[in-house]
């Protein structure tokens, strides 16, 4: 319950009018956490009921996806975009491709999209997509089959300068040259619609790499504006083996860091003395699999199948990169308990909103997601920026431009937070200034 009857009204209706949407209500009542002062303060939210628009999407996308197997039988998936909101640019978003896959899941992962794209300082609105089809066990031809029949109907809703979706769990460079692929067939158009492609095809250097490296040039800024301190000689856990968690172990390792756990979805494992950072990063391209390599070859490792256990390692800094609802309160406390003092996303809501709580209570830094994974989002924009230009930036430019955005966007927020006099309520400041720059268009733009 909020002070702020009008949030408390907003709430209401979310919940009302989204059932079995965990996922979802989740995302908006931890935005709604930072609001209270905010819509106190301006009185135009409430009287262009800003918030009640800002909670719904402005269209919603579901189709039906057919494609034939290895075996030559025919498979049925759903898909989904979720355009959430264009006040500031096109909408983008990752498409996420796993059978975990849902409506609610969609729907947090646009919406909090829209305020990590306004926190990169682009301009770019929220959206994301996906299908439940799962690619582990796939063959190639079955993922570019799945892929052509998914973008045989998503094509007519997306363009340059209308969405430009990109990669996520389960869609990475393979299924990127798919989709982009059949687009270009389709409209018989050339156009940077799709970001994260390939080099050779209109795609930017260091794009693969963008998030994980993001996600330590923020937590960086973090320690050094906080704690006068800085990642060299800190003990750290990256959960997950996907393509955040592999660039953000490479990146950890350069800065100094001693990475002593990690995982996949099968398990985890730790080593104290740090884990061997070459096998790890060689195996991460083997989906589901970098587990079992790993404790195949150092079966002397402490290791389990419960992910939750991982949280139980003692560590300086804990960085989820896998997936959402990775930490409950009980592994918050795990976390606490054995000398953890900050927790940095890497993946999108891996906390859950009582863990948050309960890390804030207890003096733990956090660092939300949607601003400190948003190095990948904001290196797409600069693909399709180069792509717009039809000119291509090298590796130290892209570099060079992603460390800057993630020192501004952990400005951005601290700013905001200290505003709203909690300096270090990242997550606080994160939502608020993410926010204002999106309500400040949709105010300029009319009822729309
Ligand atoms: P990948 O598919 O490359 O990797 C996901 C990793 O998480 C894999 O190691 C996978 O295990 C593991 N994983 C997936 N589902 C579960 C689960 N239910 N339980 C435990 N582990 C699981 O995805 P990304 O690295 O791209 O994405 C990871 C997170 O980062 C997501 O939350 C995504 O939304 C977020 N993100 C991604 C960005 C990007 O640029 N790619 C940008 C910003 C955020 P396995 O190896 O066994 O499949
Ligand atoms: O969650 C995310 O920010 C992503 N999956 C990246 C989105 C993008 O458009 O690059």
Redesign the pocket.
Known sequence: MYNSEYLNKILEDVKRSNPNQPEFINAVVEFLDSMEEVVEKDPRIEANAILERFVVPERVISFRVCWVDDNGKIRVNTGYRVQFNSAIGPYKG?L?F?K?VNLSILKF?AFEQIVKNSLTGLPIGGGKGGSDFDP?GKSDGEVMRFCQSFMAELYRHIGPNLDVP???????GREVGYLFGFYKKLKNDFSGVIT?KGVEYGGSYARPE??GYGVMYFASEMLKVLRNDSLKGKKIII???????SFALEKANTLGATVVAM????GWYYDPKGIDVEFALKN?KA?????KAYIEKYPNVAHGEN?HDIWNVPCDIAFP????K?INVNDAMNLKKNGCFMVCE?????TDVEAIHYLHKEGVLFAP?KAA??G??AVSCLEMSQDAMHLSWTFEEVDEKLQKIMKDIFHKCYDAATLYNEPTNIAKGANIAGFKKVYEAMLAEGLV
Not at 263 to 266: A, G, K, W
Not at 287 to 291: D, H, R, S
């Open positions: 990752g996420r796993d975990s992962l582990i990109a990669g996520d769990i389960g869609v990475g994260g963008a998030t959960s997950g083996s996907g393509k955040v968690a995982s996949d979805r099968n991460a989906k589901g699999e970098t587990y992910n990169c896998a997936t959402q990775e890497g993946a999108n809501m891996p997601g994974n948003g990948g989002v």
